[in-house]
């Protein structure tokens, strides 16, 4: 059975959710000020894991943030922007629609690497 999804966008003005049912139909819809520094992350936690009980099943979240440290001052992810794994839910950190990876400048010419990448996301490409 596919898990309840919630969608968490996170940004410096507010904390939008939407929580999926396994059908794929919307449950619930929120858009909350971000928490108080006070508290830091536990009421995001409390929030995932009180729908979680309410649901009586794990949640899958995908959490994405302005700001990689965002995910972490919220505690669902490491420093690495790597999502937490509790009993109620698994949060995987992704990056904001539209963000493109930072790239090194000044150390030469890396196209034909970056072509290179490109192959293991073949059909085939763990060959």
Known sequence: ???????????????????????????????????????????????????????????????SADDPADGFSLELADELGTGLRTVFYEVIAAR???????RLRGVGDFRDVHQLSLLDRLPGGDR
């Open 1 to 63: 059975m596919e898990p309840y999804r919630v969608a968490f966008r996170l940004d410096h003005r507010n904390v939008r959710l939407v929580l999926t049912a396994p059908t794929g139909d919307e449950l619930l819809r929120a858009s909350l000020p971000p928490p108080a520094t006070f508290w830091s992350g536990k009421p995001a936690r409390v929030l995932l894991e009180s729908l979680s009980i309410w649901l009586d099943a794990p949640l899958r979240v995908v959490l």
């Open 96 to 102: 904001p629609v539209g963000h493109r990876p930072k």
